[in-house]
């Protein structure tokens, strides 16, 4: 059972936009940064988002992230079906001093 | 371009231990922290610790307290997490992963290392 909770699997069609939500607490969420990982089957965790909505060189602006109070989203628009893959949040826990992952979202593109 | 290169699959009893290596390259070893994370089949991400390269200094997942060491050679710009005490739970794919510590931003991963812990 992860600290940070995610939907277990979306889906949506080719083109479509989806998002993906990631819950936690004050201290974690609340009061530091969320970053978004993208895996693809067998491969290793891609950084998508970090600093709640900051994308790395080379990330395509389909790909964008906010937060809220405890909560962060990834959106995903223009859906493609190379988007499938595991889809993971994470934070630091200050209380924990740890980092934390959600427990992955599966995205399936229709 | 950056690289992080870790070594190669392991198999080992219940009660032993385990030694990954990840080299890293393209970038100033020093200046960057690595972190570990592991993800058994099937199962979802979870971080283990950080080492800071330069100062060897380092913060572990409670849960790993007492059984994980991370160590690293500047010397050849590579970074060590032995887990001690193996059990068929930790079977799982172990990273290295470039990143501030204290944050979930990482940049860089290695391709994984898959530690299969059986009788």
């Known amino acids: 059972q992860s600290v940070l909770t995610q939907p277990p699997s979306v889906s949506a069609a080719p083109g479509q936009k989806v998002t993906i939500s990631c819950s936690g607490s004050?201290?974690?969420?609340?009061?530091?940064?969320v970053s978004w990982y993208q895996q693809l089957p067998g491969t290793a965790p891609k950084l998508l988002i970090y600093?709640?909505?900051k994308r790395p060189s080379g990330i395509p602006d389909r790909f964008s992230g906010s937060k809220s109070g405890t909560s962060a989203t990834l959106g995903i628009t223009g859906l493609q079906t190379g988007d499938e893959a595991d889809y993971y949040c994470?934070?630091?826990?200050?209380?924990?001093?740890?980092?934390?992952f959600g427990g992955g979202t599966k995205l399936t593109v229709l | 371009q950056v690289q992080l290169v870790q070594s190669g699959a392991e198999v080992k009893k219940p009660g032993a231990s385990v030694k990954v290596s990840c080299k890293a390259s393209?970038?100033?070893?020093?200046?960057?922290?690595i972190n570990w994370v592991r993800q058994a089949t099937g199962q979802g991400l979870e971080w283990m610790g950080w080492?800071?390269?330069?100062?060897?200094?380092?913060g572990y997942a409670q849960k790993f307290q007492g059984r994980v060491t991370m160590t690293r050679n500047t010397s050849i710009s590579t970074a060590y997490m032995e887990l001690s005490s193996l059990r068929s739970e930790d079977t799982a794919v172990y990273y290295c992963?470039?990143?501030?510590?204290?944050?979930?931003?990482?940049?860089?991963w290695g391709q994984g290392t898959l530690v299969t812990v059986s009788s």
């Open positions: 992963a470039r990143g501030p510590r204290k944050s979930s931003r990482f940049d860089y």
């Open positions: 600093d709640n909505n």
């Open positions: 004050s201290s974690n969420i609340g009061n530091n940064y």
């Open positions: 393209g970038y100033t070893f020093t200046s960057y922290d």
């Open positions: 080492m800071n390269p330069n100062s060897g200094n380092t």
């Open positions: 994470g934070t630091w826990d200050s209380s924990l001093s740890a980092g934390l």
